[in-house]
């Protein structure tokens, strides 16, 4: 019953914004150190933002001053605000949950697309 379901793709013009959520259920979302990944068709996935249950962030160079992940565990969600978006952002964008308590389970969401085009 634990599932972690992603929400807010959708296309976009370069320069833009979205904001992407991962919203969990059948289990709190405090206890995951959680990410988001992109994958490109024919590339590997590849991280984009992680951040632990601490909320310290950390970003790949590509997306540095342009996205911003967060948490909100009352909400039991994870956003992603990607702001100033560029062609080259085009993908699937999937959230990945690491659980820190035995036992240390990862799950994956759906995937959200994202397009960015003029």
């Known amino acids: 019953q634990v599932q972690f379901v992603e929400s807010g793709g959708g296309l976009v013009q370069p320069g833009g914004s979205l904001r992407l959520s991962c919203a969990a259920s059948?289990?709190?979302?405090?206890?995951?150190?959680m990410g988001w990944y992109c994958q490109a068709p024919g590339q590997q996935r590849a991280l984009v933002a992680r951040?632990?249950?601490?909320?310290?962030?950390t970003y790949t160079d590509s997306v540095q001053g342009r996205f911003i992940i967060s948490r909100d565990n009352a909400k039991n969600t994870v956003a992603l605000q990607m702001n100033n978006l560029k062609p080259e952002d085009t993908a699937v964008y999937y959230c990945?949950?690491?659980?820190?308590?035995?036992?240390?389970?990862?799950?994956w969401g759906q995937g959200a697309q994202v397009t960015v085009v003029s």
């Open positions: 990945k949950a690491d659980r820190t308590v035995l036992p240390y389970d990862t799950y």
């Open positions: 951040i632990i249950r601490s909320g310290t962030t």
């Open positions: 059948g289990t709190p979302i405090s206890i995951y150190h």
